[in-house]
């Protein structure tokens, strides 16, 4: 038989019941942080993600305007819906893109892009695809994806139609099978400026590297990876439905420097698609460096990639502080001051030994 609990007891139950209750609620609540905008472990190293919201753009697409207090950019053709921002519809000659308002100044960072590309074309007949950037400059309209030729940064190329490689005799007759493409085709490109994607070959002279993407018509998420660590440039695809990474380029020594901006861009033709972004989300990685990584890896003013030459352009020298301004000026009045003195003194020379020689 139960003893019967006087008042101080019943109090007492009570107590240890609200608190067991208010430490489920306080681990929830630490579990729900710890998967969502928190630190977390990424890899087997030191390495953590932090979610920067600032880089980062997903439904209900709040900060996407033309106001100043916008976060992100449309240009051309592209569109907010409730569940995509669309770059482009399935039409023909349409161009369209998103941009950050934002410049990057992380050293490592890693950037996840939720897109999909589908349309009413069959088997060659759609295109273009789309492009994600990190470039010097932002909402520049041209003809690479819906962005500017001769850009200065890295692009990553989600490549649909097969401009180069449609014909197979021609691609039989031009190369071995060991270089031939299959499209959809992810492709990565460094320039600084000095060079132009070449649509006729799909960019293939200017190519870090790339793989086959079946990404069209899918009835699943497909996801692409873009991971930049200690001049390391990875890229990865999710486009199996299988929730897991897969390789797609490795690059390293790709040097990029700070101060960029993040965007989406896409084109249409002849052919078309729709080029749906679902999400970009940009997470800063924390990363351990040696001493002498530290002074390897300073900062850099032009894109660039180790043993990969590119053309060399000029860079603009940058603008001279005031101190230095005066110094310049100074010093340049001192000298201007020191070369007339020692010519009138040349000159008086001059003329003395010029009136010594008629006496």
């Known amino acids: 038989m139960a003893a019967t609990l006087g008042p101080s007891g019943w109090w007492q139950r009570w107590r240890q019941r609200l608190s067991a209750r208010n430490g489920s609620r306080m681990l929830l609540l630490l579990l729900l942080m710890g998967s969502g905008q928190g630190p977390r472990q990424v890899g087997a190293g030191q390495t953590f993600e932090y979610l920067k919201r600032e880089h980062s753009l997903s439904k209900p697409y709040q900060g996407v305007g033309t106001g100043s207090s916008s976060l992100w950019n449309l240009m051309g053709n592209a569109m907010v819906m409730t569940q995509y921002i669309r770059l482009t519809p399935d039409m023909q000659s349409k161009q369209g893109a998103l941009w950050n308002r934002v410049p990057c100044f992380l050293r490592d960072w890693e950037l996840q892009v939720h897109f999909k590309i589908h349309g009413q074309g069959k088997k060659n007949l759609h295109g273009d695809g789309l492009a994600i950037w990190y470039t010097k400059d932002r909402m520049q309209p041209g003809p690479v994806f819906g962005n500017m030729d001769k850009f200065v940064g890295l692009g990553v190329f989600v490549d649909?139609?097969?401009?180069?490689?449609?014909?197979?005799?021609?691609?039989?007759?031009?190369?071995?099978?060991?270089?031939?493409?299959v499209f959809p085709y992810i492709s990565a490109m460094v320039n600084n400026?000095?060079?132009?994607?070449?649509?006729?070959?799909?960019?293939?002279?200017?190519?870090?590297?790339?793989?086959?993407?079946?990404?069209?018509?899918?009835?699943?998420?497909t996801f692409l990876v873009i991971r930049y660590v200690k001049r390391h440039l990875t890229i990865m695809m999710d486009i199996d439905g299988k929730h897991e990474w897969r390789d797609c380029i490795e690059v390293p020594g790709v040097r990029l420097p700070r101060?960029?901006?993040?965007?989406?861009?896409?084109?249409?033709?002849?052919?078309?698609?729709?080029?749906?972004?679902?999400?970009?989300?940009?997470?800063?990685?924390?990363?351990?460096?040696?001493?002498?990584?530290?002074?390897?890896?300073?900062?850099?003013?032009?894109?660039?990639?180790?043993?990969?030459?590119?053309?060399?352009?000029?860079?603009?020298?940058?603008?001279?502080?005031?101190?230095?301004?005066?110094?310049?000026?100074?010093?340049?009045?001192?000298?201007?001051?020191?070369?007339i003195v020692i010519g009138i003194i040349l000159y008086n020379k001059w003329q003395e030994q010029s009136r010594k020689r008629f006496y």
Request: aromatic share 10%; net charge negative; charged share 25%.
């Open 160 to 181: 649909t139609y097969p401009n180069e490689e449609k014909q197979q005799e021609a691609q039989k007759r031009r190369y071995s099978p060991g270089v031939q493409r």
């Open 193 to 221: 400026g000095s060079l132009s994607y070449d649509h006729e070959r799909d960019g293939r002279p200017t190519e870090l590297g790339g793989c086959t993407a079946i990404v069209r018509n899918l009835h699943y998420d």
């Open 259 to 339: 101060g960029y901006y993040f965007g989406t861009s896409s084109i249409t033709g002849d052919l078309s698609d729709n080029h749906d972004v679902i999400s970009l989300k940009l997470f800063e990685l924390t990363v351990e460096r040696t001493p002498e990584e530290e002074k390897l890896h300073r900062d850099v003013f032009l894109p660039s990639v180790d043993n990969m030459k590119l053309p060399e352009v000029t860079a603009p020298l940058p603008p001279l502080s005031g101190l230095a301004l005066f110094l310049i000026v100074f010093f340049s009045l001192v000298f201007s001051v020191f070369a």
